[in-house]
């Protein structure tokens, strides 16, 4: 089975994919969705303010408090992994502990399609300050349902990994967008829990954080955060937005009057593929436990995309995020200095220094035209 881990050539697949949308673009979808929009998006927004310095309220923590039990939100971090991403999940977690974890031990949750090595475990147990859970994916959350066509799919991998589309002769990495989109917080192991970070093998974080994001989350009323968020390439979901339009059609009684659809539409209401990059979020698991997000991915999973295109969790969860909340439950998390390559989130002004990233690498400041994160920060609130 195929690695769903980035191997170096395809992290360098995926920068050169990167470069050359942000050099030639890509023509999104041209179909309007069926529902009034309730926000405008402004096209040119300069330099956002500052989106901590507007929230009611932030809990701080000193940096003497190592020892002390301090309040928490019943949250977990959550890691899909494999044994040989141990090394880059390590230097991950060493960055993650020493810049927020070690103050408060909020445990962790690791999940695989395979069972954890005992070296696996025991050298991630010995460098987390918070409980260790290790959980193998349910067979029938990590495999093809009944109703999808498996020479169809093989046939579309085949074409569009001869169109050189990224990630397109992968089968592991669909059934881990599927995962991701539909499953994840169906684990067991999550049952538990009401809030999650998600964290991948590899990324940096580059800033101290000295508040705790998961109780900023919840006494804000906040369902969704993030720190990236770009334009997919169209190759990779082109019915996505059809069929999510006919999701809206079918249930517009589930859809609130005041939404985020604002973010993936242009000013004509023409999908623009803008999207939350999932590979980190800070979330409400009631939200994607609502009945309303489970008839969505239903719906997904059902018209089959997930197999005969290639559709990510990035933007399944963003469609999902803009249809049924609004601006004030979906947060920014400028302050956090965040790497996933080839990008930054990288905080600017006052709050840089206390981060070894450099300002003018952030998304939206180097890559603005491919960025969606000013557009975001430029919607009115409800």
Same mark, same amino acid.
């Given at each position: 089975?195929?690695?769903? /881990? #980035? &191997?170096?050539?395809?992290?360098?697949?995926? !920068?050169?994919?990167?470069?050359?949308?942000?050099?030639?673009?890509?023509?999104?979808?041209?179909?309007?969705?069926?529902?009034?929009?309730?926000?405008?998006?402004? #096209?040119?927004?300069?330099?956002?303010?500052?989106? &901590?310095?507007?929230?009611?309220?932030?809990?701080?923590?000193?940096?003497?408090? &190592?020892?002390?039990?301090?309040?928490?939100?019943?949250?977990?971090?959550?890691?899909? *992994?494999?044994?040989?991403?141990?090394?880059?999940?390590? @230097?991950?977690?060493? #960055?993650?502990?020493?810049?927020?974890?070690?103050?408060?031990?909020?445990?962790?949750?690791?999940?695989?399609?395979?069972?954890?090595?005992?070296?696996?475990?025991?050298?991630?147990? %010995?460098?987390?300050?918070?409980?260790?859970?290790?959980?193998?994916?349910?067979?029938?959350?990590?495999?093809?349902? @009944?109703?999808?066509? #498996?020479?169809?799919?093989?046939?579309?991998?085949? =074409?569009? !990994?001869?169109?050189?589309?990224?990630?397109? %002769?992968?089968?592991?990495?669909?059934?881990?967008?599927?995962?991701? /989109?539909?499953?994840?917080?169906?684990?067991?192991? +999550?049952? !538990? $829990?009401?809030?999650?970070?998600?964290?991948?093998?590899?990324?940096?974080?580059?800033?101290?954080?000295?508040?705790?994001?998961?109780?900023?989350?919840?006494?804000?009323?906040?369902?969704?955060?993030? &720190?990236? /968020?770009?334009?997919? $390439?169209? @190759?990779?979901?082109? *019915?996505?937005?059809?069929?999510?339009?006919?999701?809206?059609?079918?249930?517009?009684?589930?859809?609130?009057?005041?939404?985020? +659809?604002?973010?993936?539409?242009?000013?004509?209401?023409?999908?623009?593929?803008?999207?939350?990059?999932?590979?980190?979020?800070?979330?409400?698991?009631?939200?994607?436990?609502?009945? !309303?997000?489970?008839?969505?991915? =239903?719906?997904?999973?059902?018209?089959?995309?997930?197999?005969?295109?290639?559709?990510?969790?990035?933007?399944?969860?963003?469609?999902?995020? /803009?249809?049924?909340?609004?601006?004030?439950?979906?947060?920014?998390?400028?302050?956090?200095?965040?790497?996933h390559g080839p990008l930054w989130n990288c905080p600017k002004g006052e709050a840089n220094k206390k981060c070894w990233c450099p300002e003018d690498q952030s998304v939206e400041v180097k890559y603005k035209t491919w960025s969606c994160t000013l557009d975001f920060v430029a919607l009115e609130n409800p």
């Amino acid at each position: 089975m195929l690695n769903f /881990s #980035q &191997t170096d050539d395809a992290k360098d697949a995926l !920068q050169a994919e990167h470069e050359n949308v942000i050099a030639n673009g890509q023509a999104p979808g041209n179909m309007k969705h069926p529902l009034p929009v309730t926000v405008t998006v402004t #096209q040119d927004v300069g330099t956002p303010h500052t989106v &901590t310095s507007i929230v009611k309220e932030t809990v701080f923590v000193d940096s003497d408090t &190592t020892n002390e039990v301090l309040e928490k939100a019943n949250a977990a971090f959550v890691v899909l *992994t494999r044994n040989n991403d141990l090394n880059d999940l390590r @230097e991950t977690l060493i #960055q993650l502990e020493d810049r927020f974890n070690r103050h408060y031990k909020y445990p962790y949750v690791f999940l695989n399609n395979e069972p954890f090595s005992d070296e696996f475990k025991e050298k991630i147990q %010995g460098m987390v300050s918070g409980e260790c859970q290790f959980g193998l994916i349910p067979e029938e959350h990590w495999s093809y349902p @009944e109703y999808i066509d #498996q020479t169809r799919a093989a046939e579309a991998r085949k =074409d569009m !990994q001869d169109r050189k589309v990224i990630y397109g %002769g992968s089968e592991s990495y669909r059934h881990m967008c599927r995962y991701e /989109s539909g499953f994840f917080f169906r684990h067991p192991l +999550m049952d !538990q $829990y009401k809030w999650y970070w998600r964290v991948e093998p590899g990324v940096k974080f580059a800033c101290e954080i000295d508040y705790d994001p998961f109780l900023f989350m919840e006494r804000n009323n906040k369902k969704y955060g993030f &720190t990236v /968020s770009i334009k997919e $390439y169209i @190759e990779t979901i082109p *019915t996505l937005w059809n069929t999510t339009m006919d999701f809206m059609d079918k249930h517009k009684e589930m859809i609130p009057a005041a939404n985020l +659809m604002g973010f993936v539409t242009d000013k004509n209401g023409k999908y623009n593929r803008c999207h939350f990059w999932s590979n980190f979020e800070i979330g409400s698991l009631d939200f994607l436990r609502s009945d !309303q997000y489970m008839a969505y991915f =239903d719906h997904l999973d059902r018209a089959g995309g997930f197999f005969y295109e290639r559709w990510g969790d990035a933007p399944v969860h963003s469609l999902g995020v /803009s249809m049924f909340l609004n601006k004030n439950e979906v947060h920014w998390f400028e302050d956090i200095g965040y790497y996933h390559g080839p990008l930054w989130n990288c905080p600017k002004g006052e709050a840089n220094k206390k981060c070894w990233c450099p300002e003018d690498q952030s998304v939206e400041v180097k890559y603005k035209t491919w960025s969606c994160t000013l557009d975001f920060v430029a919607l009115e609130n409800p």
